[in-house]
Nanobody, 118 residues
Framework: QVRLVESGGGLVQEGGSLRLSCVAS???????????VGWYRQAPGEERVVVAR???????NYADSVKGRFTISRDNTKNTVYLQMNSLKPEDTAVYFC?????????WGMGTQVTVSS
């Protein structure tokens, strides 16, 4: 059974940086065969929205609100997806979720909390 575990969240001051990691387990080379991997976030009282996504054969795609500040990357050998977040703003405060999409299913992690103080 595929399992995604996010880490790296925490409390940071405005302008600071965090690096989120999402480790996939339960299926060898799942990231290598995934159709898409991505990071989403959900703030209190709001819907879950995409932050950054890599679709097979296409360059990374970012939400307008994070362009130039966030970078998504992947290491297939480690079955890990990363989200480097720089110049953080209070409006980036949310629970961040990792998503992996394969031909068979879509998988989600449990999320990691990111809080940015002003």
């Amino acid at each position: 059974q595929v399992r995604l575990v996010e880490s790296g969240g925490g409390l940071v001051q405005e302008g600071g940086s965090l690096r989120l990691s999402c480790v996939a387990s339960g299926a060898i080379f799942i990231l290598a065969v995934a159709n898409a991997v991505g990071w989403y976030r959900q703030a209190p009282g709001e819907e879950r929205v995409v932050v950054a996504r890599i679709t097979r054969g296409a360059p990374p795609n970012y939400a307008d609100s994070v362009k130039g500040r966030f970078t998504i990357s992947r290491d297939n050998t480690k079955n890990t997806v990363y989200l480097q977040m720089n110049s953080l703003k209070p409006e980036d405060t949310a629970v961040y979720f990792c998503q992996v999409v394969t031909s068979f299913d879509t998988y989600w992690g449990m999320g990691t909390q990111v809080t940015v103080s002003s």
